[in-house]
């Protein structure tokens, strides 16, 4: 497979469940990012890594906690999530840490009951 | 901090017709821009981006975007839209340095036959 992946692509939870959202990278990129996209509101940073480092936690709640094992994968686990949470949440990467152009996977579809 | 405005939220072409879409940035130095267009449940392309140099700026699928310093834009233009540009773009501005990408709240494009 080629550019960002995440698996899976639609996810429906309830309040209890606890999940997990993954993305991969086969761009050879040390960044990578999660990004909540909600409807009618601008895409939101959650959280920056810069190889395997956390950088960046722009103020999510902690039912929301990121994983880097390496520089090609991330992951989002969710546990006790409200309605509100549902969103597109999108993964990225990019080359390192400086401003560069980040690529997009396709998203996960998330709803919660 | 930086911030990007998009003033339309939605816009309506006929297929064929040109097209400009607008963007406003707000940063003190000379900002980092890019465009990305989101298809209906996916993720983001990059069209183009502007780091340097020459201020007009070709992107993928006859897209364009002029940096004017002057008025804090970079608006994106197409000579004549295709019905399969119908989509979400969003502008987004970077410092440079660090990873973070700000977004803007993104333009509706609808192409009408």
């Known amino acids: 497979e080629t550019g960002v992946t995440q698996t899976p692509r639609h996810l429906v939870m309830g309040m209890t469940n606890k999940k997990s959202l993954k993305c991969e990278q086969h761009?050879?990129?040390?960044?990578m990012y999660w990004y909540k996209q909600s409807a009618k509101k601008p895409l939101e940073l959650m959280f920056v890594y810069n190889f395997k480092e956390q950088t960046e936690n722009n103020s999510v709640p902690s039912r929301f906690s990121p994983e880097c094992p390496n520089s090609s994968h991330l992951f989002l686990h969710l546990h006790t999530l409200q309605p509100e949470d549902s969103a597109l949440y999108l993964c990225?990467?990019?080359?390192?840490?400086?401003?560069?152009?980040?690529?997009f996977g396709p998203g996960t579809r998330l709803t919660v009951l | 901090a930086q911030s990007v405005t998009q003033p339309d939220i939605h816009i309506t072409v006929s297929e064929g017709a040109s097209l400009e879409l607008r963007c406003n940035y707000s940063?003190?130095?000379?900002?980092?821009l890019f465009w990305y267009v989101q298809s209906p449940g996916q993720g983001l392309q990059l069209l183009l981006k502007?780091?340097?140099?020459?201020?007009l700026v070709q992107g993928i699928k006859g897209f364009e975007a002029e940096f004017k310093r002057s008025q804090s834009s970079f608006n994106l233009r197409k000579p004549s839209v295709h019905w399969s540009d119908a989509a979400e773009y969003f502008c987004?501005?970077?410092?440079?340095?660090?990873?973070?990408?700000?977004f803007g709240a993104g333009t509706i494009l609808r192409v009408k036959s």
């Open positions: 940063y003190g130095a000379t900002p980092y």
């Open positions: 987004a501005v970077g410092a440079g340095y660090g990873n973070k990408l700000v």
């Open positions: 761009l050879g990129h040390n960044a």
């Open positions: 990225a990467s990019s080359q390192g840490r400086g401003t560069d152009t980040q690529y």
């Open positions: 502007y780091f340097s140099g020459d201020t």
